[in-house]
Structures are given as structure tokens and as C-alpha cells.
């Protein structure tokens, strides 16, 4: 009997304290997104703390008048656009029918962006009044009403990562890895959001609900993994390691959508390739240091979804990442 790899999973993952993951216990699959979502799900009190703390360490490392970023002083930036990300999702945190047709007086204000300071804090107040974005419905998507963002970025999140997903792969890893830990390992780095920004393309190529895919998409999966920036950090992602991870990320989600998460068969192609680029930037380790988490999930968002940024926010990320003004990765 093949023995699972990996020890327990380590809560700080989840919250993602750091801007790395090298957990074993899960892979890399849980890491961040549960710590944003739940800030979204949270208390406007618990996002400003949070926010308090990225100020910190903006403050901390942030030298004003200088030409030349650090790593803190990027890391920072990111964290304070997913902080708005979760702020945006916390503002339309309802599942009523009524709240995605309302008018804009009617609908509730969302959270403000980090505050500015003497040392220009990226993100300011913002009101982000009004509703979730019009989206053109698939002709093959259920004329029911959605579930809310928030609702979308966990459904799909849970179907992929829930906890049957996680030990099939570490289990799996033993028989098709001559390192079954260090293959973990490598597969937190980045691997998760490079397997999330994959299932983008699949979308946008079909453009349909995630049940009505082909099997033929997760080839484009498997291609994203061994074509990533990061790849070449991660030299146990052999082929035979990446077909088995999205082999089974694929066939749990495809269940999930007509099984136990139908809510997928209810999301169209439009609002699953949002909350996928949402869970791309929640799950990165460092999207600072992942170029297609920041051009093709990062970006995307704040150009197609109205405020979900603020604007000081984007000028700084327009600051620190070439790609932001050019499309052109550092």
C-alpha cells in the first residue's frame, strides 16, 4: 500500500504569512485563498487590520525619492491589491437574487483601500457602490440567477482542493516521483496558480460553463505548468508529475459540477474566468515575483472590472511592473 507524503498542513499556509510555500502537507493547494477569502467573508475591522500591517511594512521599507524597488516594497503592493480584491468580493457578499440587479443608490458601499500617507501608501479611499458587473450569459449557461463572486471564487477553490483532491495527489506523488516530498514541495511553488491561470485559457478558448468542457482542455492546463516563468525552479514537475496533478484536478471538478458543487453548471464562462483570476492572485506565494499571475490574472481584473482597484493602487503597480504599462513582463 503507497504510503501519502507530506506532514500536516500548516495554517500559517492558508493565511499565507509569507510570500513562499514550501508546504508538503498540502502541496501548495490551500495556500492564501483561504486566508483572503476569508477576509472577504470577514469583518470590515479584520481587513483594516490588515491593512495596518501592510502599511508597516510599506513604511518599514519603502524609501522615499528612490529609483529602485525591493522585494518587500513589491510584495507589499501585491498584498494591497488583494486586499481590494477581498474588499470588492466582501461588497458583494450576497447570494439574493435582487443584489445583481439593484441600482446603485440601493446598493451597499465595500470596503475602503488602503489609506494614503506622508510616504504615498498605495490605495486610497474608494466607494465602491453599484453592482457586479453585467456579464453576457453562455447560451448553454442555466438561466438561474448566479451565486455571488465571493461564492464563485470559493465554489470552484473547494472543488479543487478539497481534501480527497489533496490526498489522491500526495498519495500519487509517491508512485510517480522518485521524491515524493520535494515533488510537494516544488509543486507550492507557484504551482497552484499556474494550474489555475491554465483552467483561464480553457475558459476563454470554449467559453462555457465549466460542465460542458471538453477533456481535451486540460492539455492546455498541463501546457501552462511547463511553459511558467517558474517552471525552471521546479525541476521534479516532470511531465509525468504535472499529467497526474491536473489529471485529477480536472476529474474533481468536472464531478464537482454535476455533483456535489452545482453551483458550476450555474456560473458562465465570463464570471468562472473572473473568479479563477481572483484565486490565481490569492494563491500565489509572491505575485510579485510571478509574471503571469500579475499579466494575466492581476492586470485583467483591474482592466475589466470597475473598482475592484483603486486607482492609487494600480499607479503603483504601474510603478513597480513594466507589464502593468507595456504587457511586457520584467
Known amino acids: 500500500m503507497t504510503t ?80 481590494e480584491l477581498a ?19 440601493e446598493s451597499r458601499r465595500g470596503d475602503e483601500g488602503p489609506a494614503g500617507t506622508a510616504t504615498a501608501v498605495p490605495g486610497e479611499p474608494i466607494d465602491k457602490t ?16 448566479r451565486p455571488s463572486p465571493i461564492k464563485q471564487v470559493e465554489t470552484l477553490a473547494q472543488a479543487m482542493t478539497a481534501e480527497t483532491v489533496r490526498r489522491k495527489i500526495l498519495t500519487e506523488l509517491a508512485i510517480v516521483s522518485p521524491d515524493a516530498t520535494e515533488a510537494a514541495r516544488q509543486l507550492a511553488n507557484h504551482g497552484w496558480c499556474d494550474l489555475f491561470l491554465g483552467l483561464v485559457q480553457v475558459v476563454e ?33 516532470t511531465d509525468r508529475v504535472i499529467d497526474m ?18 453551483l458550476l453548471g450555474f456560473i458562465d464562462s465570463k464570471a468562472t474566468i473572473r473568479s479563477l483570476r481572483i484565486l490565481a492572485v490569492f494563491s500565489c506565494p509572491a505575485p510579485e515575483d510571478h509574471d503571469e499571475v500579475r499579466e494575466h490574472a492581476l492586470k485583467p481584473l483591474a482592466d475589466e472590472v470597475a473598482g475592484i482597484l483603486t486607482e492609487k493602487t494600480k499607479e503603483w503597480l504601474a510603478k513597480l511592473f513594466k507589464e502593468w504599462m507595456t504587457g511586457e513582463a520584467e
Not at 519603502?62 to 486586499?83: M, P
Not at 496533478?245 to 452545482?262: I, R
Request: hydrophobic share 30%; glycine share 10%; charged share 25%.
Open 205 to 237: 478558448k470554449y467559453k462555457t460553463t465549466i460542465d460542458k468542457i471538453p477533456e481535451w482542455g486540460k492539455r492546455i492546463v498541463k501546457q501552462a505548468l511547463r511553459d511558467s516563468s517558474i517552471q525552471a525552479k521546479r525541476p521534479m514537475l
Open 87 to 105: 474588499g470588492w468580493l466582501a461588497s458583494r457578499d450576497t447570494d439574493k437574487p435582487s443584489d445583481l440587479s439593484r441600482s446603485k443608490s
Open 245 to 262: 496533478v491536473v489529471d485529477n484536478v480536472w476529474s474533481a471538478l468536472k464531478g464537482a459540477a454535476t455533483g456535489e458543487f452545482p
Open 4 to 83: 501519502p507524503v507530506g506532514g500536516n498542513h500548516n495554517s500559517k499556509c492558508a493565511t499565507a504569512k509569507r510570500h513562499a510555500c514550501a508546504c508538503s502537507g498540502c502541496g501548495g493547494s490551500l495556500h492564501g485563498w483561504e486566508g483572503w477569502v476569508g477576509l472577504a467573508k470577514g469583518s470590515t475591522g479584520e481587513r483594516q487590520a490588515k491593512r495596518r500591517g501592510i502599511e508597516e511594512t510599506w513604511a518599514k521599507y519603502y524609501k522615499l525619492g528612490s529609483k529602485r524597488s525591493n522585494a518587500h516594497v513589491r510584495g507589499a503592493v501585491t498584498d494591497f491589491a488583494r486586499l
Open 130 to 145: 453599484g453592482v457586479e458587473p453585467a456579464i453576457n450569459q453562455d447560451s448553454s449557461a442555466v438561466d438561474l440567477p
